[in-house]
């Protein structure tokens, strides 16, 4: 039994090594074809790639580090006096003109009522001392005033007109200053970080409240200097803020660039020049206008961030 059991196992070896051979060549091809299959698609990829980086990405310079500007209003008092009234409150909508602070005028009325009993006098002055002059050189022409009296009279003429003068200048102020206690809105926009209250007694350039003009926003986009070579001003950008998600698209214009990067106007600017020195790649903010009539459908609020795709020229 044992010799027949060799004999078996001696001619069934030669089979076993062809069927493997067979497996390993059927292996070695199915792992070339997966090798050919993956450069294919490695260039197919690497191909897409690059197309799009030269026809449709090498036209765009897109960044999220963009946020919502506007050149607010300060609103300031131009005449001491306690607050009489206030007239608006923060997120309210203005309009340029509308009242927002009155102040107590009493003191602004009287200044003026007096002002105006001082240009009375001054006129009546005035008048006089004119009709003295015709006088004089009425009677200078027969001998009857001396020239020093007729100088004397000319001299007091010419300080009541000089007085006249003054006093009307004192009266116009005085009705400016009462016009100024009550405080209008300087622009269009939207009443924001209030700080007056009624009785308060308020100073010449004492910050009351800021208007916001959202209508006339715009955008300040931190774009890395490696990404700014084609950048000019003039060209159009596409934008989205995340207040209203990628649906709404807001649409403007480069206007120019900042005259410096963030770092630059940093309170404490980098010394480069001192030190152990790391090379960062800087920002540059590059002002984008946007459209006020996207603007009027979808208000903006100064700080939202957004973002900025420049499409640059070919």
């Not at 030669?14 to 199915?30: C, F, L, M, N």
């Not at 946020?67 to 005449?79: E, F, I, M, R």
């Not at 007694?201 to 774009?223: E, F, K, S, W």
Request: aromatic share 4%; with cysteine.
């Amino acid at each position: 039994m044992n010799q027949i059991s060799r004999i078996k196992q001696f001619n069934a070896q030669p089979q076993i090594e062809e069927e493997s051979a067979t497996d390993a060549s059927e292996r070695s091809s199915k792992r070339k074809q997966l090798f050919i299959a993956f450069g294919v698609c490695l260039a197919l990829v690497g191909g897409g790639a690059y197309a799009y980086d030269v026809l449709v990405a090498s036209h765009h310079v897109v960044t999220d580090n963009a946020y919502v500007g506007a050149d607010v209003a300060l609103v300031t008092p131009l005449v001491d006096g306690p607050v009489h009234e206030v007239l608006v409150d923060d997120t309210q909508p203005v309009k340029r003109g509308d009242i927002l602070v009155k102040l107590d005028d009493i003191d602004a009325k009287l200044t003026l009522a007096r002002a105006e009993a001082e240009l009375s006098a001054a006129k009546a002055q005035l008048d006089k001392a004119k009709i003295d002059l015709d006088r004089r050189e009425a009677l200078s022409a027969s001998g009857s005033v001396s020239g020093e009296e007729l100088t004397a009279a000319r001299n007091a003429y010419s300080a009541a007109d000089a007085n006249l003068k003054a006093t009307q200048a004192a009266r116009e102020q005085a009705q400016i200053d009462l016009e100024r206690t009550v405080i209008r809105a300087p622009i269009d926009g939207v009443v924001s970080k209030r700080q007056v209250q009624v009785g308060q007694r308020v100073q010449p350039g004492m910050t009351l409240m800021t208007v916001v003009p959202i209508q006339a926003a715009y955008v300040d986009a931190n774009y890395k200097e490696i990404q700014l070579a084609k950048v000019h001003p003039g060209e159009s950008a596409t934008l989205h803020s995340d207040l209203y998600g990628s649906n709404v698209v807001f649409h403007g214009k480069v206007v120019g660039f900042s005259g410096g990067t963030g770092a630059a106007f940093a309170v404490v600017p980098a010394q480069n020049a001192t030190g152990n020195w790391i090379k960062v790649v800087q920002r540059l903010p590059v002002r984008i206008a946007l459209d006020p009539k996207e603007l009027e459908q979808h208000p903006l609020r100064v700080g939202l961030s957004m973002t900025a795709d420049v499409q640059v020229d070919r």
